[in-house]
Structure formats: structure tokens, C-alpha cells
């Protein structure tokens, strides 16, 4: 009777399990038309729009004026050599300012005198506009690519050391006295409890350095370099090249949401516990 019992239960456990797997394929399934359906139907408004005359074709070109200007420029060449040039600057920029990023975020969070040491320089340099020390970067590295390289950096460090102390700090007491009770030695506490407690923010700090740093090598390359998106963008405006402009402008827009898709894939890989709304 209890292997009856037994049977019957697990039938009905892998009939749920299987239809709530169903259901999360399903919600995924829609999710994925949804993020392709609504920039093509805005796309489509703006195309109508431009041929209905509602808009200038000299200054707001159609979608299929861009995109034949985005095939020529690839093409040709022309746009992989810019896109190159700003991936080179955003990603050495990126990578330096990983490491102390997060070094110091957790090294705030374990020890007081390191947070009160370095809470007020924190508080005086995250509001600087990080594009306004270029001047001063310029003439401490040249107008080579350290220049660029090095605003980026900072510009990227902050966000991933404000949110690895975030969530470091912001461990649950329970946990770190759970580590303690079992004999939890310093480098076990920092490794199993603190780094991975705190690994979501850091990702979500990573995240926004990522956006912010596509931000800022763009504004640094208006100013001091002869290649890059950001180049692009600004010699097409002082040539009245519209959608030459539009083709960096897009550009950009794409290396942000691929680059956003490859953060996504790789914090599902490193922290696979954290359910995704």
C-alpha cells in the first residue's frame, strides 16, 4: 500500500514539476517576442512617420536610410574599424577597474578603518563628472589611447565599488554568525560567505559600469581621438552627415544591449541561485 502510496506521489511531483516547467518556458518564450516585437513596431511608427512627412528627412532620416548606410559602412569596413577602436578603449578600461572595484568594496565592508578611511574620499570624487578630469588626463597620458583608456577606468570604478560595499555590507547577520559558530576561518569567512553574499550587487555594479562606461568613451572620443563611434558620431554632425551619425548612434545602442546579454549569461553562470524576476 505504501508503494502505491509512494508511486502516486512521485507521478504527481514530475506531472507538476513538468508543468511548472512548462510554464517558466512559456513566460520565457513570450518575454523574448515581447523584446523583439516592440522595437521593430517603433521602428515601423518611425519609418511611417518619416514618409508621411511628419518629419524632416534631412535631419531624422528613416530606418531603411540608416540601415542601408549601416550595410555600406560595415562593408566597406569603415564602421568595424571604429567599433574596434572603442571596444579596445572600453575594455582595457573596464577590466583595470575590476579588480580594485571590488577589492575595496569588500575590504570597506570587512574592516571599519578602510570604510571611514575611504567613505569621504568616495563622497568627493563619485559626483565629479568623470569626463571633466579628460583635460586633465590628457595631459598627464598624452592624446595616445592610455588617455581614454584611463577615463574609462575611472569612470567604471566607482559603480562596482559602491555596490560590492553594498552588498557585502548588507549580508544577513545570521549567515556571518552561522560561519563563526562552525569555526569559519578569515579566508573561508571572505571567500564563502562575503564575496558570494555580496556577488549579486557586485554584478549589478558591473552592470552599470558597463552602461556608464559606453557612455563616457564616447564623450571622450568627441574630444581626443581620430577613431571611434564616438568620433563618428560627432565629425557625421559637423559634416551635416545624418545618417552617418544615426549608424554610430545605433551602433552603440546594439554594443550596449549584447554586451548587457553577455553580463546576464555570465552572472547565471557564476551565481545560478539567483532567481531572475
Not at 513538468?18 to 513570450?30: C, G, V
Not at 571604429?82 to 572600453?90: E, I, M
Not at 580594485?100 to 568627493?124: C, E, F, N, S, T
Not at 581620430?226 to 549608424?247: A, H
Request: no cysteine; charged share 15%.
Amino acid at each position: 500500500m505504501s508503494d502505491i502510496a509512494g508511486s502516486s506521489v512521485r507521478i504527481i511531483s514530475g506531472t507538476l514539476g513538468r508543468r511548472a516547467r512548462s510554464r517558466a518556458a512559456s513566460e520565457k518564450s513570450r518575454q523574448r517576442v515581447l523584446a523583439i516585437v516592440a522595437p521593430l513596431a517603433l521602428l515601423l511608427v518611425w519609418e511611417v512617420a518619416v514618409d508621411l512627412g511628419m518629419a524632416d528627412r534631412r535631419l531624422v532620416p528613416p530606418p531603411s536610410g540608416i540601415a542601408l548606410t549601416f550595410v555600406s559602412m560595415l562593408g566597406s569596413g569603415e564602421l568595424l574599424g571604429h567599433l574596434g577602436a572603442t571596444l579596445f578603449r572600453v575594455g582595457a578600461g573596464y577590466a583595470i577597474a575590476i579588480i580594485p572595484g571590488v577589492a575595496l568594496g569588500l575590504m570597506m565592508a570587512m574592516w571599519k578603518p578602510v570604510r571611514y578611511a575611504l567613505d569621504p574620499l568616495i563622497a568627493a570624487l563619485f559626483p565629479v563628472p568623470k569626463i571633466a578630469l579628460m583635460p586633465l588626463l590628457l595631459l598627464a597620458f598624452g592624446f595616445g589611447e592610455a588617455s581614454k583608456i584611463a577615463v574609462v577606468a575611472i569612470a567604471a570604478f566607482f559603480p562596482i565599488l559602491i555596490n560590492t560595499y553594498s552588498g557585502a555590507a548588507n549580508i544577513e547577520k545570521i549567515y556571518i554568525d552561522a560561519a563563526r559558530n562552525f569555526g569559519a576561518t578569515p579566508g573561508i569567512m571572505f571567500r564563502k560567505v562575503v564575496l558570494l553574499g555580496a556577488m549579486p550587487m557586485i554584478f549589478t555594479g558591473l552592470r552599470l559600469a558597463l552602461g556608464l562606461s559606453l557612455l563616457i568613451v564616447v564623450a571622450a572620443e568627441f574630444v581626443a581621438a581620430d577613431e571611434g563611434v564616438g568620433q563618428l558620431i560627432w565629425t557625421s554632425w559637423e559634416l551635416l552627415q545624418v545618417d552617418r551619425m544615426f549608424v554610430g548612434v545605433v551602433t552603440m545602442g546594439i554594443l550596449g544591449v549584447l554586451t548587457t546579454l553577455l553580463l546576464q549569461e555570465l552572472e547565471q553562470v557564476v551565481i545560478p541561485w539567483k532567481q531572475r524576476a
